[in-house]
T-cell receptor, first 113, second 111 residues
Framework: NAGVMQNPRHLVRRRGQEARLRCSPMKGHSHVYWYRQLPEEGLKFMVYLQKENIIDESGMPKERFSAEFPKEGPSILRIQQVVRGDSAAYFC???????????FGNGTRLTVT | QQPVQSPQAVILREGEDAVINCSSSKALYSVHWYRQKHGEAPVFLMILLKGGEQKGHEKISASFNEKKQQSSLYLTASQLSYSGTYFCGTEYVGSARQLTFGSGTQLTVLP
């Protein structure tokens, strides 16, 4: 059973470009979460999605950031017009239902130059 | 509002014990514990639901004190492989299901 798959592992973007991060949850998991982690810091919640629905986006910046989890295909975290402060590791996690453990992907390390 | 973890860092010798604490100012529904090694994904250790239960995983166990809104992670007879950063993640009563993580406790086990 494949784990949570994130790609790309590393992404380099210049300021002003767009970054698209993909996450395929574990088979049978309908809950997807995105977290951001700065070096030597904790995991900051961004957004919680279920298929075709955003359940909680209280951790998402109001501008430039969006997320989706379509009926078919992976969840996408999209960052428009990236700035240097967006450089971080972005982790996706999935779970099959409420009150169950989160399974994390290996993350996408975004570097904005 | 994120939970508060203590200590921030701890250094042990192999075979020694450690306790990591996680406390919240809001009513907790559940507490999760994860371990993350440098450059890797966080790995689930255990989940505790409100009710004061205690769980164990190999030589790692945890408790959840609902009255104090606290959880503690106990590592006994630590092994080199226990090194990493430990995060508690909390779910709050009455809020949408999301985990809020503490800032982490860096554990180093020396031979």
């Amino acid at each position: 059973n494949a784990g949570v798959m994130q790609n790309p592992r590393h992404l380099v973007r210049r300021r002003g470009q767009e970054a698209r991060l993909r996450c395929s949850p574990m088979k049978g998991h309908s809950h997807v979460y995105w977290y951001r982690q700065l070096p030597e810091e904790g995991l900051k919640f961004m957004v919680y999605l279920q298929k075709e629905n955003i359940i909680d986006e209280s951790g998402m910046p109001k501008e430039r950031f969006s997320a989706e989890f379509p009926k078919e295909g992976p969840s996408i975290l999209r960052i428009q017009q990236v700035v240097r402060g967006d450089s971080a590791a972005y982790f996706c996690a999935s779970s099959p239902r409420d009150n169950s453990p989160l399974h994390f992907g290996n993350g996408t390390r975004l570097t904005v130059t | 509002q994120q939970p508060v973890q203590s200590p921030q860092a701890v250094i042990l010798r192999e075979g020694e014990d450690a306790v990591i604490n996680c406390s919240s100012s809001k009513a907790l529904y559940s507490v999760h514990w994860y371990r993350q090694k440098h450059g890797e994904a966080p790995v689930f250790l255990m989940i505790l639901l409100k009710g004061g239960e205690q769980k164990g995983h190999e030589k790692i166990s945890a408790s959840f004190n609902e009255k104090k809104q606290q959880s503690s992670l106990y590592l006994t007879a630590s092994q080199l492989s226990y090194s990493g950063t430990y995060f508690c993640g909390t779910e709050y009563v009455g809020s949408a299901r999301q985990l809020t993580f503490g800032s982490g406790t860096q554990l180093t086990v020396l031979p």
